[in-house]
């Protein structure tokens, strides 16, 4: 991994710094939070994704850097506009393990991107959390329904659901590399937290304090239709791929629970890997019973903060706020500081 001391130089060099992001999953949000805070912003760009960049004026970044595609970051050019890279799913998904030695300061801890992209890392994690996890199963311990993941940040694309040793195995082969969950039936919740150390929001944290800025459910290609697939007899496999989002409030009652849960999501991370810093997302499914499974964790900015404002950022830092927006003023707050490489890694 790049080494922190090499990273803190670069920031020292930087007289003012810009916000950098690849031209996909979020990007609109980060660019629109950035100019509502005054922040200048630079789009990492294809070709083909320009047009749909540039048709939105309060979500168009200052400038494009052009690349053939998001595999390769212009690193060199993006430090001498004294760019920081905010991740996102994209990059998570494009980049790989990549990030680890990207020579570019990145918003937040790249440690805890290192355990996103491991699914045993990222359970480690979350059972060091406290959190209540669904069980983890080897392919021959199948023995009901149980979720067949596969690496990345693919938005579900991908996953199927099995029953049986014989069934996983005619699907997916003897080496696939996949993670196999028991299958929880529920609700599920996206919960967007923000991890912070300057802030009168949130639960206070070892290290700082967490807020809760939204909630959303994933609507997925076909498995949120499956009763109207049964009752017109169709037989079609099941789905998971991402293809929106949805506002999710919830019961009032069960909040305590969540925030607790966050705190727990960073003071594991400080132990870890040094800490969790902006934006992360546990993403949990609530039972019958209320009982509350957390099955990922997404270390970055997640999509379902693009439904904007939610109730809960409202609550915290009143109308009109987003995610995006908290990301600028937690970079412009340090950065006033003199403690950009608090948060930079």
């Given at each position: 991994m790049f080494a922190k001391q090499e990273l803190d130089e670069i920031l020292s060099s930087y007289k003012d710094f810009k916000i950098a992001t690849i031209c996909s999953h979020s990007a609109l949000q980060i660019f629109n939070g950035a100019r509502e805070q005054g922040v200048k912003t630079i789009g990492i760009c294809t070709e083909r994704s320009r047009e749909l960049y540039e048709s939105f004026p309060y979500a168009k970044p200052d400038e494009f850097i052009m690349v053939d595609d998001y595999t390769g970051i212009p690193v060199d050019e993006l430090v001498e506009k004294e760019s920081i890279l905010i991740p996102h799913g994209s990059l998570v998904e494009y980049v790989?393990?990549?990030?680890?030695?990207?020579?570019?300061?990145?918003?937040?801890?790249?440690?805890?991107?290192?355990?996103?992209?491991?699914?045993?890392?990222?359970?480690?994690?979350?059972h060091r959390s406290g959190l209540r996890t669904p069980r983890v199963l080897k392919p021959d311990e199948i023995d009901g329904p149980s979720i067949v993941k596969f690496p990345g940040a693919k938005g579900g694309k991908g996953y199927i659901v099995v029953h049986t040793p014989e069934e996983y195995y005619s699907l997916v082969g003897e080496d696939a590399k996949t993670m196999v969950q028991e299958f929880i039936v529920g609700v599920r919740a996206y919960v967007h937290y923000f991890h912070s150390f300057s802030t009168p929001a949130g639960y206070k944290t070892s290290y700082g304090k967490v807020e809760m800025l939204g909630i959303d459910r994933r609507m997925e290609s076909n498995a949120d239709e499956i009763a109207r697939q049964l009752s017109v007899g169709a037989k079609i496999p099941i789905s998971f791929t991402v293809m929106g989002n949805q506002p999710l409030v919830l019961r009032e009652s069960l909040l305590p629970q969540y925030m607790d849960m966050g705190r727990g999501v960073c003071n594991s991370s400080k132990e870890l890997f040094g800490g969790i810093h902006g934006p992360f997302c546990i993403e949990t499914i609530v039972t019958e019973e209320l009982e509350v499974y957390a099955f990922e964790i997404s270390a970055r900015i997640v999509a379902g903060t693009n439904l904007l404002e939610s109730p809960y950022s409202r609550y915290s830092h009143g109308p009109n706020y987003t995610t995006g927006m908290r990301i600028a003023q937690e970079l412009k707050n340090a950065a006033k500081a003199g403690k950009l490489g608090d948060i930079v890694y």
């Open positions: 790989g393990d990549k990030i680890d030695d990207l020579a570019i300061p990145i918003f937040g801890n790249r440690g805890s991107l290192v355990y996103e992209k491991s699914r045993n890392k990222m359970f480690e994690w979350m």
